[in-house]
């Protein structure tokens, strides 16, 4: 049967999560955005909430199942707070996640109790490549087999925490297959390279790392000898971000609408105008419809079923639906929406990443 | 617990309602179409439903023992009916807005009556007429007159594109549900519901409308002339008024969704079958900007299908849980109502001229889809509902 | 210097156009469309503005030279008027102007003085082909070197007046490259199939017709030995279309704009909703715009210049805008627009042809 | 006689602008925004513009010899400028908003005092002053007060979004014109423009706004306090009023929608430049469902930018007439905005991950086009303009 109520146990997670959100991310999200850092108290906090240990099973020293449900519902809440702020928390799962999904039993042992501790780890995951035809199904960067193991190279970008993490879950070629390998970041031939910038997620430390010729033992490889099944980790990665837009989205709505029904123009609110009431019942809409196609897409991850397609319909519909939002809200502002005393610009900035990077988180 | 996956009887009810629809619709939809007016009704198709549907469609009547989510049900069987043909959806012998209208605003002895209409020999449809020439989305400017009169009411006026009108008065013993106002000065608190039944000698069909689509179901103009009903058929002893009309938008706008979507996924379907024949597969996976633009036209159908579906969906469920969902129920209608329109239009020219012409359904398909963008309150009042509710606003502060 | 002003000329065509859409083509609009005729007082009343024999030259009867410019101004008021009328009307252009541009002396001196009569003639152009993936670059109808001429094999869909017309300028692959070829439609291997029915454009007669191997002697290559310049036949084709969309367009905006401006609806007329006047300021921008796109169009293919891009900017623009501007016309009325006493649901109809019809108009 | 080209005049004008923009601005774009507020003026490309640029751009200039079609001239100038960078062009050296609104409200006197101070030796620069904080686009609501008071007008108040007042005022010797009223209770008919020189005592920069974009120029908040200026300040002796404000509209919408649409221009260049290295081609001429994804994309951004940029000369064409061009004005203004913020969102997403970052100028563009659907009347007032007009309704009418 259909339900759209989340469990109790999910309700409270969103609770935590939005309570976050309006306490720490927001109030630090402009700073952040202009130094170009993540505040500390972001993962501090963050990190009290226990989401990841609480997704690890116990005997790699967590207290819970993985779902991407609880993920996904968490993660709207995060990222209505702030999305540079929600994917810094979150980069722990760049590695946790594919291990925990994916990785032979050595793995999940050899990396899952890092992510049990008291204090945030980073995680990092290198998929993006710096060049427009940028295919996450033909990637550049190359494993070869040499010597039992792989020997990987290639350049990739916007890698989050590459010069703090000790693991690079590096996406690589390997028999015209995309494939995940597991790389500590300090061995022969790794050089992380200069902090990313980009027009938005400022806050986020974003690398680009080459690989030169890196040796990579076989049992690096993520699953091990079959290796993993790339398709089931992107749509979990897209079912993140999609989850995210979202919550971009709903900020940027939310801010708008508040805005428009408290400024006077023309000796009435803005949002008297039926053209601004409208915009603004078309952006509830589309952000409850997104959230739906998000929610499928890790209902069909949770259930094992295939979530190829739905996590493509969510992706596809929250990265359109947060630009085109944030748009709205920006121009709903007028010049206001323009100036960074106001949020709107950086949602906008944010927005656009949505559809256009890949694999900086996943559920 | 929040899932996707639908109950078994659901499950059964849309294998019952495609096998309906590929046998018993499909082979017939063009001929419907094309015979506008000089068609009879599809007899046959409707005493199938009738006399042995019941089997897979009777949570549908009333009386029917009440599944678990009734209107989930219904959803699911409007959207797969309407995939085999909306105009014959449109034709199924259930009560429908009429129906919907008595169990919204019926005493208990009027819906019992309802109940009994529905357990005869013969197919019996109703019709619910509402709108008149001068007010199309403005129902509460109505001017039909209803005067008291010794033991009955009078009515008097004209209503427009009151859909099945001639199914229900002429071609069956079924009835219509006449708002109609007890006082011309008082706006919408004095409007009421009433109930005519078929064969009244005052309740005369003028016109059938010419339509763009939705060719195998009437739309008419129903003219009441002194039309005189029992004191009775007041709907609700009088105590129901216009909110009742506006209840049951609720559960109609999700209904109207639904069939929409039905006409939608009929488009996808063929498209996409019609592309796998010419070799194309989809690929979802891959980004956006490395597709052809057919994969992703396609994907982006599917998108937005899926987004209005599940819209639609939630909009259903909280229906059946008795959570107010007027703002969902409106939602899911301005969604439908743009994804049919685009998604129907987007494939015709995907098939390039093939789907122009009538040599395809596709054509058919974006004109009956059209309609569920007008009907059941347009995209504009719908938007309008949802902006009230959102900004807090009454009617007043956002016209 | 940009000019945006027609000769005094053209505003006489433009008037005459004008009176005849409102006269004869409104009129009769709905009847034609019914039973799927053209009506006879069209071309009858539609010949006498002479606009073929104006755009011929003298040595072949006529008494001017073809502007493109001219024809667009004429066609979108025509247009305005009916689709299916205009498309009647300007039928014989499928072969006249087509041989006046791209024709040899002699195709010339023998097709051209058949279009300078007192009485409208028909003429028949066949480029569509019933197959969802129809390319009018990768044709499968094949012309094929014969023994000094050619034959030609294949299906066309959509050929406008075939069972009425001497000529029809056939389109086929020869050499891999798209060619015309003017066959008599009498010509064994010639058969007239039956009449096309499609969603819209009723009122035009469109017949599907085959050719068997159909032997066309080498001189009936359009242009002679060296053919010609498919671009520019289909270039001018766009544009046609185009300026037609425009007319569609200006058709149901007008209608919808006279209609909300008269309709009340709680309490005043319904253009005074502002989601419906901005939705009227979008269409009639969104008109302007796709016109002077056209115009830029046929200014180019006066000018001799390379009018492909710009053609195909006319007709990607004009018929999304045609077909949103009908549809939003269609929901501006409400039930009105959906029932075929008013026009706009058959203005609906006919703007879905533009972008997915090909070839059935020329300037 | 309908023609689609440019004069000489217009052509030259463009290949020395765009000499202009590949030499001396876009090497400093980067910097300048990167570094808003730290930098200086850009004084290098100011100084240049200003002492030899006068041979190419000097048709800009007060006093200068007319050309046939002014201000023609102007929006190929300023689109091939923004194709440059549109911070930049906010930096030139030129009349400006400020000017406009002189030449259009102005006394012969007054004329020739904005002529002289564009004759000098230093680069100048004007700005205008009207938005205040409680009033975005309802500038009929102005509060900033002017009151006579013996042989001068004493102003008070304070400013929004005033574009370069930090150059005008602080940076050179130039003038704000600000709108102030004579009389709160009485709205639009007591506003009329006044001229403060820079330097005067009682104006103040209060802020400098950080922006989105655009960062190259500075927009300030401006107070005015106990501001005398002499009664010959008054612009056009207190003829003009409010509607001088809006006369300015009729071309600076035109202006604002050319530079956006320098900045989309400089987008597709770029993108199609990126995808021709990568050995794609347009295919123009191909149905397009035919297209692959990125190629339907480009072919839309360019039949856009073409369409905004057509109303676009349409209304310069009409300006330099002398043609009322309200309406069309505000067309190639909403087109335009909608244009440019379409175009730069898409072609970051066409670039990937490396349309996102800072490796390319994207991003920047994307940052910069969005002013231009918010400033000189946001899309939505430009929809109010244009539908008053063909609806033939007052303000009171559609509000």
């Given at each position: 049967m259909y339900s759209f109520e989340p469990t109790e146990e999910q309700k409270m997670v969103i609770d935590a999560a939005r309570r976050l959100a309006a306490r720490e991310f927001r109030p630090r999200m402009r700073d952040s955005d202009e130094k170009g850092e993540p505040d500390p108290a972001w993962m501090d906090e963050g990190w009290a909430l226990s989401l990841l240990p609480a997704s690890i099973p116990e005997q790699f020293g967590g207290f819970g199942a993985n779902s991407a449900l609880t993920w996904v519902l968490a993660a709207e809440e995060l990222a209505w707070g702030d999305l540079g702020a929600t994917l810094a928390l979150l980069a722990p799962n760049l590695v946790a996640l594919p291990v925990l999904r994916a990785g032979s039993p050595e793995q999940k042992a050899m990396h899952l109790p890092a992510f049990c501790n008291d204090a945030w780890a980073p995680g990092a995951a290198a998929l993006m490549?710096?060049?427009?035809?940028?295919d996450p199904f033909a990637l550049e960067t190359k494993a070869v087999r040499d010597n039992g193991g792989y020997r990987v190279t290639g350049t990739k970008c916007n890698v989050p925490f590459a010069l703090e993490s000790d693991w690079i879950l590096v996406y690589a070629a390997l028999d015209g297959k995309t494939q995940a390998l597991l790389v500590p970041t300090n061995a022969p031939g790794v050089t992380v390279g200069e902090r990313e910038r980009n027009m938005g997620l400022r806050a986020l430390p974003l690398y680009s790392v080459s690989f030169a010729d890196c040796a990579v033992p076989a049992s690096h490889l993520l699953g091990g000898e079959q290796g993993c099944d790339f398709d089931l980790l992107l749509a979990a990665s897209r079912t993140a971000l999609a989850s995210m837009a979202v919550g971009v989205a709903r900020a940027a709505c939310d801010f708008a609408l508040d805005y428009t029904r408290q400024r006077t123009a023309f000796g009435e609110p803005?949002?008297?105008r039926q053209s601004i009431a409208f915009t603004l019942a078309e952006l509830v809409t589309d952000i409850d419809a997104a959230r739906l196609l998000v929610w499928e897409a890790a209902w069909n991850l949770d259930q094992g079923k295939d979530a190829v397609r739905a996590a493509a319909f969510a992706l596809n519909f929250s990265s359109d639906m947060a630009l085109r939002t944030a748009d709205r809200a920006v121009q709903l502002l007028g010049g206001y929406g323009y100036v960074?005393?106001?949020p709107v610009e950086l949602w906008l900035r944010n927005a656009r990443a949505f559809g256009v990077l890949e694999g900086i988180a996943t559920v | 617990m929040i899932s996707f996956e639908n109950s078994d009887l659901i499950k059964e009810q849309q294998r019952y309602a495609e096998s309906i629809a590929l046998e018993r619709i499909r082979p017939l939809a063009r001929y419907y179409d094309a015979y506008e007016h000089e068609h009879e009704i599809p007899w046959d198709f409707v005493r199938f439903i009738w006399d042995t549907g019941r089997k897979g469609l009777d949570a549908l009547m009333p009386g029917a023992e009440v599944p678990d989510e009734p209107f989930m049900l219904q959803i699911h069987t409007s959207e797969m009916i309407s995939w085999g043909d909306v105009g014959f959806f449109m034709c199924?012998?259930?009560?429908?807005l009429g129906g919907n209208a008595i169990q919204n605003t019926g005493t208990e002895e009027q819906k019992n009556r309802l109940t009994e209409r529905f357990r005869g020999e013969r197919p019996t449809w109703t019709c619910m007429a509402l709108t008149e020439s001068h007010c199309g989305s403005d129902s509460s400017a109505i001017r039909t007159r209803a005067v008291r009169d010794g033991d009955g009411w009078v009515l008097n006026g004209e209503k427009l594109f009151v859909t099945s009108a001639r199914k229900a008065l002429e071609e069956s013993e079924g009835f219509m549900v006449v708002w109609a106002t007890t006082d011309p000065g008082a706006g919408r608190s004095a409007i009421r519901p009433f109930l005519v039944e078929a064969g009244n000698p005052g309740v005369r069909i003028m016109k059938l409308e010419n339509k763009?689509?939705?060719?195998a179901s009437d739309t008419a103009v129903v003219i009441l002339e002194d039309c005189r009903i029992p004191l009775e058929n007041l709907l609700g002893g009088g105590e129901k008024g216009f909110k009742g009309a506006m209840a049951t938008f609720d559960s109609a706008r999700p209904a109207a969704a639904s069939s929409g979507l039905g006409i939608a996924r009929a488009t996808i379907d063929f498209v996409k079958e019609e592309l796998g024949r010419q070799g194309v597969t989809i690929r979802y996976a891959l980004p956006r900007r490395l597709l052809t633009a057919i994969e992703r036209d396609v994907i982006d159908m599917e998108t937005e299908w899926r987004a209005a579906w599940l819209l639609t969906v939630r909009a259903a469920w909280m229906v059946d849980r008795g959570i107010p969902s007027t703002v969902e129920s409106s939602m899911s209608k301005v969604k439908a109502g743009e994804a049919v329109t685009r998604i129907t239009q987007k494939g015709i020219e995907l098939m390039g001229p093939l789907g122009y012409s009538?040599?395809?359904m596709l054509e058919k398909w974006m004109r009956d889809g059209k309609i569920i963008d007008l009907f059941e309150g347009t995209g504009q009042i719908n938007r309008l509902v949802i902006a009230r509710r959102i900004l807090g606003y009454s009617g007043r502060d956002l016209k």
């Open positions: 490549e710096p060049r427009i035809a940028f803005l949002a008297r960074r005393d106001y | 199924l012998p259930w009560p429908a763009l689509g939705l060719r009538e040599r395809m």
